[in-house]
């Protein structure tokens, strides 16, 4: 089994629509985070959280909410989905000196 | 400025070739360098982390430059499963955060 399982692995949805994107770890680790990743632009982080009630901004956090369910659970949400928000997202988690640990990722395209 | 800055490449090189990347960042501040290596549509995975002293894994030498704010990897005898996008990771130590740069695309030739 995977360390960080993301689901789903993709989604095709339409503007307007409420997308949540779930990531879930059996590492146990305190810090979880969500990036997206576009053609050329590299990783950038959307939002973090070091543990169950400590929730930051990243710098894509616009148009983005999250919630830290658990120390396991760290799920993503798209309120009005845009397509300009088509994108590969990525789910890591780590501790506080350590490298970071990812999912496989989501692949979601807006239409 | 990015934080950090890599060339995007591609490299091409053939079998055997050894190749370098260097990878630049901006705050002085920053604690903690990583090399990961990451596969066509799939996740980003650690290739190693860069230590002040440079430290050397199998084919693999990473090292960190803090004077003028460079980390680098060497690749010897280059293998057609190096082809992957090479991405440099800096950790800001002020607020334990992970900048990535966009990552250097390696293409080993036959």
């Known amino acids: 089994d995977a360390d960080v399982t993301q689901t789903p692995r993709n989604r095709i949805t339409k503007t307007g629509k409420r997308i949540m994107l779930e990531c879930s770890q059996t590492k146990g680790h305190d810090r979880m985070y969500w990036y997206r990743q576009d053609p050329g632009l590299g990783l950038r982080l959307i939002y973090y959280s070091f543990d169950v009630k400590d929730i930051n901004k990243g710098e894509i956090s616009d148009g983005y909410s999250v919630s830290r369910q658990a120390q396991a659970k760290f799920s993503l949400s798209l309120e009005s989905a845009i397509p300009n928000q088509t994108a590969l997202y990525f789910c890591?988690?780590?501790?506080?000196?350590?490298?970071?640990?990812f999912g496989d990722g989501t692949r979601l395209s807006i239409l | 400025r990015k934080e950090v800055e890599q060339d995007p490449g591609p490299f091409n090189v053939p079998e055997g070739a050894t190749v370098a990347f260097n990878c630049t960042y901006s705050n002085s501040a920053s604690q903690s360098f990583f090399w990961y290596r990451q596969d066509c549509r799939k996740e980003p995975k650690l290739l190693m982390s860069v230590y002040s002293s440079g430290n050397e894994d199998g084919r693999f030498t990473a090292q960190l430059n803090r004077a003028s704010q460079y980390i680098s990897l060497l690749i010897r005898d280059s293998k057609l499963s190096d082809s992957a996008t090479y991405l440099c990771v800096v950790k800001d130590g002020n607020f334990n955060k992970f900048y990535f740069g966009s990552g250097t695309k390696l293409n080993v030739k036959p």
């Open positions: 890591a988690t780590g501790d506080s000196n350590q490298p970071q640990h």
